[in-house]
């Protein structure tokens, strides 16, 4: 009985210790390049969307764990910053390290007529650089086909999200 306790005990403390080695990862809202507010929608469907393929593809956060929007949001919150501050960018980028992730992907959105230019990628936040093998330029679409791309583009940026 003892032998079988101190086993339920090892195996509790490796998946403790496991858990907490795997990467976070944060998903950013996109950002708005035509400043329109009736495209904020797109800018929160592509950061949804890929939050939930990506937990999708590793629900039990074997080798990633998805840092949720709202805690990014609630820490922006807290040091009073919005889009707007010039010091967004840098107040974003030290949230991201103060929630300890590792990679963050971000990405942005243009109208160009009546198709919607994209551009994604995953980022190594230490470096504070896009991964040159995990990004996604130009893909062209209408906003009713936006939900068909998102698989096709977790697909593609999961490897960096993976680390790999």
């Not at 929007?69 to 390290?97: C, F, H, M």
């Not at 198709?115 to 470096?127: I, L, Q, R, T």
């Given at each position: 009985m003892k032998h079988l306790l101190s086993v339920i005990i090892a195996l509790f403390l490796c998946s403790c210790f496991s858990a907490q080695a795997q990467d976070r990862v944060a998903v950013?809202?996109?950002?708005?390049?035509?400043?329109?507010?009736?495209?904020?929608?797109?800018?929160?469907?592509?950061?949804?969307?890929?939050?939930?393929?990506?937990?999708?593809?590793?629900?039990?956060?074997?080798?990633?764990?998805?840092?949720?929007?709202?805690?990014i949001q609630y820490k922006l919150d807290q040091i009073g910053t919005n889009p707007r501050k010039p010091s967004y960018q840098d107040d974003l980028w030290g949230v991201i390290e103060a929630l300890g992730c590792k990679r963050a992907v971000m990405g942005e959105i243009l109208m160009n007529g009546d198709k919607m230019v994209v551009n994604v990628s995953v980022y190594d936040?230490?470096?504070?650089?896009?991964?040159?093998?995990?990004?996604?330029?130009?893909l062209f679409a209408t906003p009713e086909r936006l939900p068909s791309l998102f698989p096709r583009i977790s697909k593609k940026l999961r490897p960096g999200v993976l680390g790999n």
């Amino acid at each position: 009985m003892k032998h079988l306790l101190s086993v339920i005990i090892a195996l509790f403390l490796c998946s403790c210790f496991s858990a907490q080695a795997q990467d976070r990862v944060a998903v950013l809202k996109f950002s708005n390049l035509d400043g329109k507010e009736e495209m904020d929608k797109y800018c929160l469907m592509f950061q949804d969307s890929l939050i939930a393929h990506f937990i999708a593809e590793d629900p039990d956060e074997l080798n990633y764990q998805i840092v949720p929007a709202d805690s990014i949001q609630y820490k922006l919150d807290q040091i009073g910053t919005n889009p707007r501050k010039p010091s967004y960018q840098d107040d974003l980028w030290g949230v991201i390290e103060a929630l300890g992730c590792k990679r963050a992907v971000m990405g942005e959105i243009l109208m160009n007529g009546d198709k919607m230019v994209v551009n994604v990628s995953v980022y190594d936040v230490e470096m504070r650089l896009p991964l040159p093998d995990h990004k996604i330029r130009n893909l062209f679409a209408t906003p009713e086909r936006l939900p068909s791309l998102f698989p096709r583009i977790s697909k593609k940026l999961r490897p960096g999200v993976l680390g790999n």
